[in-house]
């Protein structure tokens, strides 16, 4: 079994964002906006200010209490849409319960919305034009591409159809050529379809859903799910141990998918400075 090392490959993307920013004659700029003091959230913004920090890129993190009203927080976007400093637009989900996600995501200019949610980006997506595209999907497939795997003419099952990785997920394996099943909560005998699949990516999150029995030998796993155990040990959509032995390649939780999804926003913040300046 081979080991598919997202920590590896995001370094790769890093170094790349890092030589982009060095021949650019405008400093590309992230703005992230974080309402409430959700735990995680706090842990995953910083962790992006850092990485910007580390490449070069220009950060800021706007923080809002959690009893902001919708109609501040698209002030703000429309303000962070009209300055020439900041090229990428990211409103850490998820939102207070009284804010429409909805509308507030609608509200990024598609051009600055780096997370690949603006509805003209999803649309362009479907369409299979260039787009900004979804963070950790974008970084799934270049994960795969980095270790070889042959996505075209390949059968591949995503489990779970959230807006945020399963359906962006199928739309770029389709890219890829691969023949793609969405399988999800109301899926009658999912591992039916999984024992088929050359690929399948886990992202439905329920911990270690995906066991042995399920897949194919030699099919390539990937885990995108991160669930916290009774234990306090972290697991993903996968059981790791139990299909170690019969996959051919497999992510590890944590270190497969989660250091992809900022790499990929810091490419994706790149990308929208160029195509903005």
Known sequence: MQLLDGKKVAEKILQEVQNDIATMEVKPGLAVILIGDDPASQVYVNR?????????????????????????????IEDLNQRKDIHGILVQLPLPKH???????????????????????????????????????TGVIRLLKEYDINMQGANAVVIGRS?????????LLLGQNATVTICHSKTKDIEKFCQKADIVVAAVGIAQLVKASWIKPGACIVDVGINRLNDGKLVGDVDFEDCKTKAGYLTPVPGGVGPLTIAVLLQNTVKACKKIT
């Open 99 to 137: 804010l429409d996600e909805e509308v507030i995501l609608r509200a990024v200019d598609e051009n600055k919305d780096v997370d690949g949610f603006h509805l003209i980006n999803t649309g362009k997506l479907f369409r299979g034009q260039d787009a900004l595209t979804p963070c950790t999907p």
């Open 163 to 171: 807006n945020i990785v399963g359906k962006p997920m199928a739309h």
């Open 48 to 76: 992006k200010h850092k990485t910007c920090q580390k490449v070069g890129m220009y950060s800021e993190v706007i923080r809002k209490n959690a009893n902001v009203t919708q109609e501040e927080v698209l002030v703000l």
